[in-house]
């Protein structure tokens, strides 16, 4: 008579079962894992993308509105109403912008001293109080972009030149027509954008 089998799982099915078992959690683990790494490359993606769109917004508003207005520096010195500075670790657009007047001030002036400044791999706006300033002014800052390896600053002049520099020799007060910028990030992207300056 042969012996009859008693119900339930033999110790090497309960092995194949837990093996089978750890398989498919280890194969589901590592989906999710690269799901999540998917979606926070997707996040710095967008935020990346943002960053652009508001920096190239800003840039395209404020050039829109350049004010040919001289201006004193905190140290009483004349600046003329649009400059390109540039440094062996800086580049620098300084100009006069017109703008909507402060709220509930009609009778205010509506313009103010912007600069966008690429330094250290970021990409700066900056907005003075005033106009004329004195010695300790505040001043808001505001980074747009950063990863920056290097930007190029060209401005076209009313005669069809662009040049690197500005203003002109002996004309403080005249702007130029178009600026154009190229910045080049760390990943090797480009950005090249051109903005028509006070129109």
Same mark, same amino acid.
């Given at each position: 008579?042969?012996?009859?089998?008693?119900?339930?799982?033999?110790?090497? =099915?309960?092995?194949?079962?837990?093996?089978?078992?750890?398989?498919?959690?280890?194969?589901?683990?590592?989906?999710?894992?690269?799901?999540?790494?998917? $979606?926070? +490359?997707?996040?710095?993606?967008?935020?990346? %993308? =943002?960053?652009?769109?508001?920096?190239?917004? $800003?840039?395209?508003?404020?050039?829109?509105?350049?004010?040919?207005?001289?201006?004193?520096?905190?140290?009483?010195?004349? =600046?003329?109403?649009?400059?390109?500075?540039?440094?062996?670790?800086?580049?620098?657009?300084?100009?006069?912008?017109?703008?909507?007047?402060?709220?509930?001030?009609?009778?205010?002036?509506?313009? $103010?001293?912007?600069?966008?400044?690429?330094?250290?791999?970021?990409?700066? %706006?900056?907005?003075?109080?005033?106009?004329?300033?004195?010695?300790?002014? +505040?001043?808001?800052?505001?980074?747009?972009?950063? +990863?920056?390896?290097?930007?190029?600053?060209?401005?076209?002049?009313?005669?069809?030149?662009?040049?690197?520099? %500005?203003?002109?020799?002996?004309?403080?007060?005249?702007?130029?027509?178009?600026? $154009?910028?190229?910045?080049?990030?760390?990943?090797?992207? +480009?950005?090249? %954008?051109?903005?028509?300056?006070?129109?």
């Amino acid at each position: 008579m042969s012996a009859v089998r008693a119900k339930g799982f033999t110790l090497i =099915e309960m092995l194949v079962a837990i093996a089978i078992f750890a398989l498919v959690g280890a194969i589901a683990y590592t989906g999710l894992d690269r799901a999540i790494a998917i $979606r926070r +490359h997707l996040g710095v993606v967008r935020a990346s %993308w =943002e960053a652009r769109e508001l920096a190239y917004y $800003r840039l395209r508003t404020d050039l829109a509105q350049a004010r040919p207005r001289p201006v004193r520096d905190s140290l009483g010195a004349f =600046e003329p109403a649009f400059v390109i500075r540039r440094s062996a670790t800086a580049t620098t657009l300084v100009f006069t912008a017109g703008g909507p007047a402060p709220f509930g001030k009609t009778r205010a002036s509506n313009l $103010r001293r912007i600069a966008y400044k690429v330094t250290g791999g970021r990409l700066e %706006w900056r907005r003075w109080q005033t106009l004329d300033r004195a010695p300790g002014t +505040h001043r808001a800052t505001l980074v747009l972009l950063d +990863h920056i390896r290097r930007v190029h600053l060209r401005v076209l002049t009313t005669d069809g030149r662009y040049v690197r520099s %500005w203003p002109l020799p002996g004309q403080p007060t005249q702007m130029p027509r178009l600026v $154009r910028m190229t910045i080049r990030l760390d990943n090797g992207h +480009h950005l090249r %954008w051109v903005f028509p300056v006070g129109r």
